[in-house]
């Protein structure tokens, strides 16, 4: 069982442009999460997302970020006009949905690191 | 809002010797999980260890157990013979049980493995 896919694993964009990362959850699995880390930091929640549906974005900055999980294809977290603080390395964590049970196991992807020159 | 504090930068052990790192965290709720994951050099953020605040028993992994103290929001963990492969960022981690599926992390520990 493959586990979560992230890609790219490593991303430069220059101030302005838009990034878009995308994370393919474990099979069976249709909770995504996503994190981040500045570096020296520990690792800041995002965005909880199932599938079409965006449950918890209470961590989303207000303006430029957005996140989609659609029914077929993989979780994307898109920043658009790309700032020097948005360089982080951006986690995404995926946990399945067990019949009768609030999911808890969070299982992490590699990262993507994001640089903005 | 719930915070998890981890109040040693980094730490150092020799190898095979028993190190413990230390978290505290604050929250009004009597449910939640709590978690210890590691961090190597790869990025890649590998679960060490569980506790669910409702079981009194303290959990145990292997070389690597915990120190729950409900009371004192306390949830330390301790490393037995150590090995150079356990170096890496250490980060705790709590989480509501009945809502909120976000974890929250602590700050994090730099574990150095002498050899």
């Known amino acids: 069982n493959a586990g979560v896919m992230q890609n790219p694993r490593h991303l430069v964009r220059r101030r302005g442009q838009e990034a878009r990362l995308r994370c393919s959850p474990m099979k069976g699995h249709s909770h995504v999460y996503w994190y981040r880390q500045l570096p020296e930091e520990g690792l800041k929640f995002m965005v909880y997302?199932?599938?079409?549906?965006?449950?918890?974005e209470s961590g989303m900055p207000k303006e430029r970020f957005s996140a989609e999980f659609p029914k077929e294809g993989p979780s994307i977290l898109r920043i658009q006009q790309v700032v020097r603080g948005d360089s982080a390395a951006y986690f995404c964590?995926?946990?399945?949905?067990?019949?009768?049970?609030?999911?808890?196991?969070?299982?992490f992807g590699p990262g993507t690191r994001l640089t903005v020159t | 809002a719930q915070t998890v504090t981890q109040s040693q930068p980094e730490m150092s052990v020799q190898e095979a010797e028993t190190v413990t790192l230390s978290c505290t965290y604050d929250t009004s709720e009597s449910d939640y999980y709590l978690f210890w994951y590691k961090q190597p050099p790869s990025r890649q953020m590998i679960l060490v260890i569980r506790q669910e605040a409702y079981k009194q028993q303290n959990a145990t992994e292997n070389r690597f157990s915990v120190n729950f103290q409900k009371a004192a929001k306390s949830f330390s963990l301790k490393i037995s013979d150590s090995q150079l492969g356990d170096a890496a960022m250490y980060f705790c981690a709590y989480r509501h049980m009945e809502y909120g599926n976000k974890l929250v992390f602590g700050a994090g520990t730099i574990l150095r493995v002498k050899s």
């Open positions: 964590a995926s946990s399945p949905v067990i019949e009768g049970q609030v999911p808890y196991e969070q299982y």
């Open positions: 997302l199932q599938k079409e549906n965006i449950i918890d």
